[in-house]
């Protein structure tokens, strides 16, 4: 039997007009416009699109957006700057700096700058440890929409045998912690683990995160699974034209989909839920910054 196949472009469609919503509400009731700076430094073409669909999707939910991008050899200490006089201006809600940054750039110094309470993708150790115990503030965007998408599939997580396969700081590590919150049993695995299509083959749920194309076969998967894939792979395509390219997920999407329960498509799937769950961390560090209580659709 073929997988349903979870539309992730509709639900972030949705989100986003709930978001819209609740903005106008912020605007109308409290005077308040969240702001959302993002930061890019250099011109990776790939990087720059996404912060371009980052800008376009904040202003269209009503909120205002602030775009800084900056040249490839811009100096630590310059970056730092702009970093305190966003954390100090009281129009801006939330910070990101788009990743993966130049690498004479210390990306652990950059993240460490943030002010906790703007850093919009929970990369701050702080918020890392908030996540970790249990309390509320932003969710790294990728993982939110994953587990947004799981809980939509799943009336209940309880007791499910989860695989994450990725241990990154930015979907891996904050994945595991939301699935232990939902009560999932989590298994991490990475390029280290050994016979990954056997542990595979346990799951009830897999998240793939690891940047690997179409890595994620049929036989590695459960009858019934919910497969997630978080992969955006770029690869050639010259049957579409010279120099032409393709986006893939780190599964391999026409075989799983003929024995898993649901799954997602890359593009179409995961991706428009993080720039979705971007603009309702936005949404989140505002009202925490004023004092109200974030939405609890938006949050976990
Ligand atoms: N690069 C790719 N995804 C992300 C993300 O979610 N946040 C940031 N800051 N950079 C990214």
């Keep these: 039997m073929s997988a349903k196949i979870i539309n992730g472009k509709n639900f972030a469609q949705k989100l986003r007009a709930h978001i819209a919503n609740y903005v106008q509400q912020l605007k109308s009731k409290h005077n308040i416009t969240p702001g959302l700076a993002v930061i890019i430094v250099g011109n990776d073409p790939a990087s720059k699109l996404y912060v371009r669909n980052k800008a376009k999707q904040t202003l269209e939910a009503g909120m205002n957006s602030f775009k800084y991008e900056l040249r490839e050899d811009i100096k630590e200490k310059e970056l730092i700057a702009l970093i305190n006089e966003l954390n100090n201006r009281k129009d801006v809600h939330a910070i990101l ?85 939902e009560n999932c049993t989590v298994t991490i695995a990475h390029s280290k683990s050994v016979n990954l299509p056997n542990i595979a083959k346990q799951a009830d749920i897999i998240i793939a995160a690891v940047g690997r194309e179409k890595m994620v076969k ?13 992969g955006i792979n ?8 010279e120099g032409k390219t393709l986006i893939v997920g780190d599964v391999d999407f026409d075989e799983v989909k003929e024995i898993a329960g649901a799954i997602t498509p890359v593009p179409g799937g995961v991706g428009p839920m993080t720039i979705a769950c971007l603009l309702a961390n936005t949404v989140t560090t505002t009202c925490l910054i004023n004092g109200l209580r974030p939405p609890s659709n938006f949050t976990i």
């Design 234 to 241: 770029r690869i050639d395509a010259p049957e579409r034209g």
């Design 97 to 181: 700096v788009q990743m993966p940054l130049p690498k004479h750039l210390n990306a652990t110094n950059i993240i460490n700058a943030i002010d906790p309470t703007k850093d919009v993708d929970m990369f701050h150790p702080l918020n890392a440890g908030k996540l970790m115990t249990g309390q509320i503030g932003p969710v790294s965007c990728t993982p939110l929409g994953c587990l947004m998408l799981l809980r939509d599939i799943h009336n209940s997580l309880t007791g499910k045998n989860a695989l994450i396969i990725g241990r990154s700081n930015l979907v891996g590590k904050p994945m595991a912690q939301l699935l232990l919150r």
């Design 218 to 230: 049929a036989n590695w998967v459960k009858e019934g699974a919910t497969v997630i894939d978080v």
